[in-house]
């Protein structure tokens, strides 16, 4: 097995058109991350093709919670609540530095959202399906003991509430380390590719996929036994590479969010609170911010160009003060806004909040295997769903396809020993090296055993030991292992994804920006313009997240 980390990406460029692929993954969001990892693992021939960054689409853009979906019981999807509990406690195991563990507390309310027994009845039948793998069974709460956890839930309508379990990550990184993982088995991924086309042999079966390379305009063909449209929203586009006509599968369904300065939400738990409308207000703790979500409103525009709006942050604003009412937030103490579309599979007569978010799998006559729908929480099933379909295609072609291995596999950061041990360690690690103690916490959460390696940068070059924000613990090391181990490109990349500061600093990491482009240049040699080029695009991004704050 290879080392987790990307080859020059020369390298990899050239493995595009050097030999025949079992597979070609168009999309590197967490269905593709997570079927070009289901793929590799079983000894495929794997090609990943992203046209922006990992993740760059909706699989940052999510609450960040892996969880079996309370509010789908409402709805009767009892077999997506199943398998999203049953894959939430793999991820817990596979993954515990990025899947985290926590107790939510859900309110209860005089004259709006579920009654009590609703909610006793609920979170039974959650506690039923997860059959006994939660840290422990739901409690109920009286109003003072709910009160005694997170105050601001004072109101004069609060009646009493529950706590139950269920889990937070951070989905960039999730999807970046499935991306790793296949890298680590032989796939071959690549960033900045826009596909234009696909091939066809002579029978009319799909036969590879036409692109080319964003960052150098140079055209790409590279030929596959299989091809999987993993593009999410962009998926119906994809599908017309194929057939020209092809009519729209997807219902759009819009989630905006937004962060605001933990000292103006100071919530110590995640709080799930049913709204009237019928549908959950989430505010969880990110460390300097409480993120407040979700909306989810049909949605037709760009594809390219998706932001939450003033309506969005409105409604999100007035559900956040009818939970907490003497918070009384307003539009200056939102930190970052953002917004993603969720691509359902659209169902006749239903509402966007009744459309399933199973995943669906489809399959053209000439061979092309779309994916949509789905849940972050259940990618790794998806994504050996996906390879289990394909695997049909490819026996077609003489290939034999071994079963999936990814359920008992763990993640390229996974520590070696026990959580608490593995932080232990690390935490002396960190005051060795002369570092505050809390930046150990902060790089076991984020990479794992994989911290070692920023570390190592850090204690090698003491300008690098700098923080980027002087509120926050990412260190300016973190940047130049974004650019050495983990494909980051951009100020985007970096500021966004493989750290937090767009949504979690003051300012959204503008301060930051200038000593990241300057690192990103070091490493990856570029000139004056490119950097300046970079900047503007971060600065672009975050004027779309203040779009709608006037």
């Not at 604003?317 to 009412?325: G, Q, Y």
């Not at 996906?386 to 999936?404: H, M």
């Not at 593995?422 to 902060?442: C, I, K, N, S, W």
Request: charged residues 25%.
């Amino acid at each position: 097995m290879r080392p987790a980390a990307f080859p020059p990406r020369e390298a990899r460029l050239a493995a595009l058109t050097g030999g025949v692929f079992d597979v070609a993954i168009i999309g590197g969001g967490i269905t593709g991350a997570a079927a070009a990892r289901d793929a590799a693992a079983r000894g495929l021939a794997v090609a990943l093709l992203e046209r922006e960054d990992w993740a760059s689409g909706t699989s940052w853009r999510s609450s960040k919670l892996i969880h079996g979906g309370l509010r789908y019981l409402a709805h009767g999807h009892f077999h997506l609540v199943f398998e999203s509990l049953a894959e939430r406690a793999r991820l817990e195991r596979l993954a515990p530095h990025l899947v985290e563990p926590v107790d939510f507390v859900f309110p209860l309310h005089r004259g709006h959202g579920v009654s009590g027994l609703q909610l006793e009845a609920g979170l039974t039948l959650y506690d039923l399906l997860s059959l006994g793998r939660a840290p422990h069974r739901h409690r109920r709460l009286s109003r003072d003991q709910l009160l005694r956890r997170e105050r601001l839930l004072e109101s004069p309508d609060l009646l009493a509430g529950a706590l139950y379990s269920d889990a937070r990550t951070d989905d960039a990184r999730l999807t970046l380390e499935n991306v790793l993982d296949a890298v680590s088995l032989g796939a071959v991924a690549v960033t900045r590719i826009e596909v234009e086309g696909l091939s066809k042999d002579a029978a009319g079966r799909v036969s590879g996929v036409l692109a080319r390379d964003r960052e150098s305009g140079r055209a790409l063909a590279l030929t596959a036994r299989a091809v999987i449209n993993a593009t999410g929203p962009w998926s119906d586009q994809t599908r017309r590479f194929d057939e020209k006509d092809a009519p729209p599968q997807l219902r759009l369904s819009k989630g905006a969010h937004l962060t605001v300065a933990a000292a103006r939400l100071p919530v110590s738990h995640p709080v799930a609170s049913s709204l009237p409308e019928g549908r959950l207000l989430f505010a969880i703790p990110y460390g300097p911010v409480t993120l407040v979500g979700t909306t989810d409103s049909d949605y037709v525009g760009p594809l390219d160009d998706v932001s939450a709006d003033r309506a969005d942050v409105g409604e999100l604003l007035a559900a956040a003060n009818r939970v907490f009412p003497s918070a009384s937030l307003s539009g200056g103490d939102i930190v970052a806004t953002f917004a993603s579309l969720r691509p359902l599979l659209a169902e006749s007569g239903k509402s966007v909040q009744d459309t399933s978010r199973e995943e669906a799998l489809t399959v053209s006559p000439s061979g092309l295997l779309t994916v949509t729908g789905g849940k972050l929480t259940t990618h790794r099933r998806m994504g050996q769903k996906v390879i289990d379909r394909a695997a049909a295609i490819l026996r077609g072609s003489g290939r034999d396809v071994n079963a999936s291995p990814t359920g008992d596999r763990p993640f390229p950061g996974a520590p070696d020993s026990p959580w608490d041990v593995f932080l232990a360690r690390l935490e002396r690690e960190v005051q060795d090296a002369g570092l505050d103690p809390a930046v150990a916490a902060h790089l076991a959460r984020r990479y794992g055993k994989r911290a070692k390696g920023v570390l190592a940068l850090a204690v090698a070059e003491r300008g690098l030991r700098e923080r980027l924000d002087p509120g926050l613990p990412e260190l300016s090391a973190e940047i130049v292992f974004a650019a050495r181990e983990e494909d980051a490109r951009s100020v985007t990349d970096a500021l966004t994804r493989r750290t937090h500061l767009f949504w979690q600093a003051p300012g959204q990491g503008e301060g930051a920006a200038e000593r990241v482009a300057h690192l990103l240049a070091r490493e990856l040699s570029w000139n004056p313009a490119r950097s300046r080029e970079s900047l503007q695009d971060f600065e672009r991004e975050v004027s779309r997240a203040r779009r709608a704050l006037g």
